[in-house]
């Protein structure tokens, strides 16, 4: 089968699903205003597996001879792993370095499953066998897999199974011959414009009572009882944004969702686990092994932006060659290297994985994604305290081009030779980065959607070579 087209992947989405934004049902995903752009961003991404100038780096050949996606490829060489970051690289580049949601990183949780075949088969070997049938058909369709990760939760300081109302987290309400019955919620990214989406078992303590919200699989996203609300639009009053006031926002909001479960099938081929709460558990631990390489990877572009913005406002405002303004410069500049760092140095040390796979080296590349976490708000800082208040005070487009306002603001926003649009313009876009509703919602994907930095820092813990560590020091202190 040939891999989907963008027309082909804007068709699909026309498939009967139930879409609300701003109160009302959506009819066509494809054309709604508030869905439109990152339909059409990621149906670039198609023509992107299609394109002569970058199909090499967005597509591989399989076993069979056919071709595939290189976004469904498990790595088995440090070259492939590579080619996976290449590839992620080369769709924030031809699209944006803000987006964050396209597969690479949410089909990840397969490869752990299907790296884990010997595990798997202890509770059930139809896990092993069915991660594996979805792997290989992302790989030769193409579908575009998001992620089904976060539960409503309800009362924080009660289990899930404690919850007065049992739905504020995902679980199985029975079981049937044609598969498991759904039922809860699930807040994700991407969900609209998705085809499928990896559910991932709720967080909690696990033991016998919260067996039942021991669940993975895989959704269809147009099924029988799947609802989607999405979150309000970031103008906030759900009119379009403009691209020249917002960039970013206009462009690039990807509208998250919340994924409401209402009695949903889940038929036995696309159940991963079920009710075995050890399993879940353990499993759940290992999902980062190659999601954070596209974490990493994206917020390295997100740097790369910083610093460009950072640029262009010292050169446009004559501080290019202040001590201190190049000082915070350096320090975006620093930020964006390490990242480098952590990214290169983990694919350099890469492992083997319990069946033969290749992942990046653990302990660097999550030492990289809590560095990323805790240092990405700061930087926003560092680029807002660089540029001041202007972001927060500028005009709209409609005061530049009108002809009784437009001469005070060519003449008040003109800086040397930089003309008041394109001084606007650069400051639309730092605007977008640090102070609109899109730099909120940014900020706090940073933080959270790699899972919170004390989530991160025990993955870390677990990684790391501690051993190695305490004997050291036990030489220095003559305790060896």
Known sequence: MALMTAEEYRESLRDGRQVWVSGEKVEDVTTHPALKPMVDAIARIYDMHHDPKTRDLMTYTRPDGTIGARTYQIPTTKEELRARRLMTSAILDDIS?????????????????ANRKEMLDKYDERYHKNALAWIERLQSENLFMTSGNTDVKGDRSKQPWQQDDLDMN???????????ILRGAKFETGAPYGHVAFIKPTVGYWCEESRDFAIACVLKLNAPGVRHIC?????????????????????????DTLIV??????????????????LAAYI?????????QAFLVRSQAKAELLVGAALLNAEQSGT??????????????????????????????????????????????????????????????????????????????????????????E?????GNVDAETRLRVMSLIHDLTASSYAGRATSYSMFAETPVFAQEGALFAAFDKKKAVNRAREMAGLA
């Not at 949903?264 to 050890?278: A, F, Q, S």
């Not at 694919?347 to 590349?365: H, K, L, R």
């Not at 003449?411 to 800086?415: I, L, N, Q, T």
């Open 261 to 278: 479960f209402d009695d949903v099938l889940i038929p036995w081929e696309d159940v991963l686990i079920c009710r075995h709460h050890e």
């Open 320 to 409: 290019l060659n202040i001590p201190p303004v190049r000082s915070k410069i350096a320090q975006l500049m620093a930020y964006k290297a390490t990242i480098d760092g952590f990214l290169l140095g983990a694919e350099e040390a890469c492992q083997p994985t319990e069946s033969g796979f290749v992942m990046p080296n653990q302990q660097i590349q999550n030492a990289g994604r809590v560095y990323c976490s805790m240092n990405y708000p700061k930087m926003i800082d560092l680029l807002r305290d660089l540029v001041g208040g202007t972001p927060v005070m500028l005009p709209d487009e409609a005061m530049l081009r009108s002809p009784e306002t437009g001469p005070d603001i």
């Open 97 to 113: 370095p803000t987006i964050d949601r396209f597969g690479d990183e949410t089909v990840t949780p397969l490869f752990v499953l």
């Open 170 to 180: 995902t679980r199985v309400v029975a079981e049937t011959e044609e598969g498991i």
């Open 411 to 415: 003449k008040f926003f003109r800086v």
């Open 284 to 292: 759940r631990s290992d999902f980062s092994r190659w999601s954070a």
């Open 231 to 255: 979150r309000r639009r970031l103008s906030g009053n759900n009119t379009d944004l403009n691209v020249f006031e917002n960039p970013l926002g206009a462009r690039f909001d990807e509208l």
